[in-house]
């Protein structure tokens, strides 16, 4: 399933490689990234989807930037060396809203596929 038909209204998709970083600073919102194509997809306990982390940020642009190149999220800087990604995004425009829209995608996203995407590495706690 696409990112666009698991969650509503994402913009996208958009090459990571691309001037997306600059487009996107400064924009506060949550923000999905999965592997392009059809022939790649992770096995999950409940199917397999393209989809490996689920994010958000105050910044999405600088915060892409520090994914490419730091070695936090499981792993997320050695699918981004292997494989060509996609960002789709959805601006938030209340900064008290963005850790709730990104752990209802997540939840959301366990509850299809039985985890969280395999660079979140857990659910967010949210109370």
Known sequence: ???KRLFEK???P???NGAI????ADE???YVINAKGWDWKLD????????????ESEDIGRRLKEHKFSGQNHGLVGY???LRLNIYYRRVYHMSDLKKNEADM???FENIYGRAPICNGQTPNID
């Open 1 to 3: 399933m696409t990112p």
């Open 10 to 12: 994402l913009e996208g």
């Open 14 to 16: 958009f090459d990571w």
């Open 21 to 24: 970083s600059g487009k996107l």
């Open 28 to 30: 506060a919102g949550v």
């Open 44 to 55: 999950y306990p409940c199917g397999k989807s393209d989809i490996i982390y689920i994010g």
């Open 80 to 82: 981004a060396n292997r």
């Open 106 to 108: 997540i939840i959301h």
